[in-house]
């Protein structure tokens, strides 16, 4: 089948589990607090001191998520300028996706050692730093460095996923959870298509810039996040 049909088929697909998973999947009322007392329970609520935290940790995500699949939409581009032929771009992504998979653990490694603000700040100022560096590099020392871009691209919703529960009241995490996945899946989703715009608009290499500079975005933010986690 060409490519257009293939996708259109796999976006129905997601659309038939999505309604499937609504309709088929138990519902529930509102959860109870367990019967011993939580030390985490009073970190952050609607009306606590730290009541911004669990919002700037969305937006986190929502910036690290679609930096993600902005740099992934702009990469076959970059290549080919390079002189990639088909083979070597698909070598690329699987590089790239090599890199996220171990990224996952090596991330989450880094963060129980360091802190998850540390670990932002490392990971997403490698994923800048990394991006820009592709530009001017020839092929073959780009294609070296795709596999350390995976781990900084995807290492870091490692740490942002293990932060959720230091955030939100033990009665709250399970909606909490829902935000978020449903914050960054959406904006990966909804990425692609406004990076695209920019592409247009300014060529690839700079809305490749553009990419680095927004996931820059998350180092201030991450900021806001210390005196909450200091607290937990």
């Known amino acids: 089948m060409p490519w257009r049909p293939v996708l259109a088929l796999i976006g129905a697909c997601g659309l038939v589990a999505a309604a499937a998973i609504y309709l088929l999947t138990p519902r529930y009322g509102a959860e109870r607090k367990t019967a011993a007392p939580d030390v985490t329970a009073d970190v ?12 700037v940790l969305v937006s986190i995500g929502v910036l690290d998520s679609a930096t993600r699949m902005g740099f992934l939409l702009f990469l076959p581009f970059v290549l080919t300028a390079k002189g ?3 083979p070597t771009i698909g070598l690329a992504l699987t590089l790239v996706f090599a890199g996220g998979a171990a990224g996952k653990l090596v991330c989450a490694l880094i963060g129980a050692r360091i802190g998850a603000i540390a670990t932002v700040w490392l990971t997403e100022g490698l994923t800048a ?6 530009l001017p590099l020839p ?20 740490v942002l996923y293990g932060s959720v529960p230091n955030l939100v009241a033990a009665e709250r995490r399970a909606r ?11 904006s990966g989703a909804i990425a692609p298509a406004l990076y695209g715009v920019v592409g247009d608009l300014l060529g690839v290499p ?4 553009v990419v680095a500079g927004v996931v820059t975005l998350t180092l201030p933010l991450s900021l806001a996040l210390r005196p909450a986690l200091a607290r937990r």
Not at 206 to 209: E, F, R
């Open 129 to 134: 730093v990394v991006i820009a560096a592709l």
């Open 84 to 86: 990639a032929s088909l």
């Open 176 to 186: 909490a959870f829902s935000i978020f996945y449903t914050g960054t899946i959406g």
């Open 206 to 209: 700079s809305a490749l810039l």
């Open 139 to 158: 092929l073959e020392a780009a294609l070296v460095l795709l596999p350390v871009l995976g781990i900084a691209l995807n290492g870091t919703s490692s």
């Open 44 to 55: 952050a609520t609607p009306a606590g001191q730290y009541r911004f935290a669990y919002p």
